[in-house]
């Protein structure tokens, strides 16, 4: 069984920049899949980043150039580098795992953009 903890959410202003952390436990064994997802409030979850077993990212055309995503396989942990953060990047932020064909979410963490 795998779990995943996200931390690092917050308040921040404008402009500034937040690290969100996603630990998991659990073996590291055929991740296919590591992301970060968000929901605002009213609206639907929405794909922010993600990387893949090769290593290959992609992000949101909304975020592109000013989030990274990048992992520690040896800490089974995924980070969310968000710099430049605007209003609407408000929302709660969620880690997503596929691994053997299953699918785990953490709990999510707040991140407000507010001055």
């Known amino acids: 069984q795998v779990q995943l903890v996200e931390s690092g959410g917050g308040l921040v202003q404008p402009g500034g920049s937040l690290r969100l952390s996603c630990a998991a436990s659990g073996s590291i064994a055929s991740i296919y899949f590591m992301g970060w997802y968000r929901q605002a409030p009213g609206k639907e979850r929405e794909l922010v980043a993600g990387?893949?077993?090769?290593?290959?990212?992609n992000y949101a055309d909304s975020v592109r150039g000013r989030f990274t995503i990048s992992r520690d396989i040896a800490k089974n942990t995924v980070y969310l580098q968000m710099n430049s953060l605007k209003p609407e990047d408000t929302a709660v932020y969620y880690c997503?795992?596929?691994?053997?064909?299953?699918?785990?979410w953490g709990q999510g963490t707040q991140v407000t953009v507010s001055s």
């Open positions: 990387i893949n077993s090769g290593g290959f990212t």
């Open positions: 997503k795992r596929i691994q053997r064909g299953a699918t785990y």
